[in-house]
């Protein structure tokens, strides 16, 4: 057992109030004698329970005092112990049982704060597994929002009515190959939606191209992971009478490489 598994248990408090049997109170002692940590909880508890038992003292009648002193200076001998002239019964008979009941108060207190200190510390972990769980369900809550937004996102590009859909087919290369490119004509905005397309051979990326006039133009390359699935923003293009794409060395090419078009679409 750790230190602080040692204090966290609530063994020590026992410890101090007489509560510990012999197996935890020599644990306890050779903990002590050899951990700091522990000497110092111990010496917190019992300056604890020394503090509360100044604190709930009583103080002895005054008559008790007077009494106590003349018996002390009163003269002895050697057949007259003092013990014998110790009164049993009158006016000390009751200072022995608040004392005892000041002691059986002290033990009864010491005994409840041990269980409050078992509970605060049992309600605070539950505190801390309330907190992670709830920093938990916020982080999932803040991943839905934010899928849930790019949704919308993707959404209101599919149905705004100023988008042009092109649907994209395989070729002889890419046969069964399928993709659509969303075109906002009023912001230039293109969008590529892959359907179905094989992954690229390492080294390799699809490139998206718009042909303006007969000519190519790059429009971006993109990915086929599954961190883009859904819609990819490509770059924006005026005009355009197709588009078509290809595969080409990662990270795109200024030309397009024709033997390698594996998707061709013509626009509006």
């Known amino acids: ?20 049997d012999a197996q935890e109170s020599a644990l306890v002692e050779r903990m002590r004698a050899s951990d700091a940590a522990v000497r110092e909880e111990l010496e917190r508890i019992e300056e604890g329970l020394e503090a509360f038992a100044k604190k709930s003292a009583i103080a002895p009648p005054p008559a008790a005092r007077a009494n106590v002193m003349e018996r002390i200076s009163a003269p002895r001998t050697a057949h007259a112990p003092i013990v014998r002239e110790l009164p049993t019964g009158g006016a000390s008979a009751p200072w022995r ?3 005892a009941a000041s002691v059986v108060a002290l033990l009864l207190s010491a005994a409840g704060n ?6 605060l510390r049992h309600t605070r972990t539950e505190l801390a597994q309330l907190e992670s769980a709830h920093e938990v369900l916020a982080q ?12 919308q996102d993707q959404l209101a590009v599919v149905m705004d009515p100023r988008t042009d859909l092109v ?24 969008f590529m939606d892959v359907l ?12 998206l191209w718009a042909l303006v006039d007969g000519t190519p133009v790059d429009a971006g390359v993109f990915d086929l992971s599954a961190d883009a699935d859904g819609l990819q923003r490509m770059k924006d293009i005026p005009r355009a009478q197709a588009f078509a794409v290809t595969l080409e060395n990662a990270g795109g090419s200024p030309t397009p490489d024709l033997q390698a078009l594996v998707l061709m679409g013509q626009a509006g």
């Open 114 to 119: 041990f269980m409050l200190l078992r509970e």
């Open 1 to 20: 057992m750790t230190a602080r598994e040692l204090i966290d248990s609530g063994l020590l408090e026992a410890y101090v109030i007489g509560q510990s």
């Open 196 to 207: 179905n397309l094989p992954e690229p051979p390492a080294g390799k990326q699809y490139q």
């Open 97 to 99: 049982w608040l004392a």
């Open 167 to 190: 649907a994209l087919n395989g070729t002889a290369n890419a046969t069964g190959a399928k993709a659509r490119v969303y075109w906002d004509h009023s912001a230039n905005r293109v």
């Open 140 to 151: 999932v809550l803040n991943v839905q929002r934010t899928s849930f937004q790019h949704s």
